[in-house]
């Protein structure tokens, strides 16, 4: 049951923040991380939420500036905050609901790359955001090595 939550606490998120935009979304979100980390974290997890917060911030950010997406007028340098709160609302997903993936690299890598972009495409759509033409090969990358470095970090673990 806990790891049925977790999925649907995560899409809950995801929905809210593409679709609420970034007061909505960060509201939602710091319910579902509060949630996750009284009833679902193990000790430490704290440290895979915090360091996606930190990537998802990073990498964003970066893909803004470089012209990865377009939010409309004015232009943005920094990411919406909806946008790279995803990041540590995923990782509320490695030690729960996909943590039956990370013993499988092919799969992880391969769903990592389609879900992913499968992930930003929609989202883009559904929050009015254009991408450039190069964000989604960008992103089937950057989400499969990313899944492919969770299954040599989280793949021995049990």
Do not use: K
């Amino acid at each position: 049951m806990p790891v049925i939550v977790n999925l649907m606490a995560f899409q809950v998120g995801w929905f809210t923040c593409v679709l609420g935009g970034s007061r909505a979304g960060g509201i939602v979100v710091a319910l579902i991380l509060a949630g996750h980390w009284r009833w679902l974290a193990r000790p430490g997890e704290w440290r895979w939420l915090v360091g996606f917060a930190g990537l998802g911030f990073a990498v964003e950010t970066a893909l803004t500036l470089g012209g990865g997406y377009d939010f409309g007028t004015p232009p943005r340098v920094l990411p919406p905050a909806w946008l790279w709160l995803l990041w540590p609302l995923f990782a509320t997903l490695l030690h729960h609901g996909l943590a039956w993936l990370w013993h499988r690299p092919w799969l992880a890598i391969g769903g990592g790359a389609l879900g992913g972009t499968t992930s930003y495409a929609v989202g883009a759509r559904l929050a009015d955001v254009e991408l450039a033409v190069w964000m989604l090969p960008v992103q089937a990358v950057l989400w499969g090595a990313l899944c492919g470095w969770l299954c040599r970090r989280l793949g021995t673990q049990r």
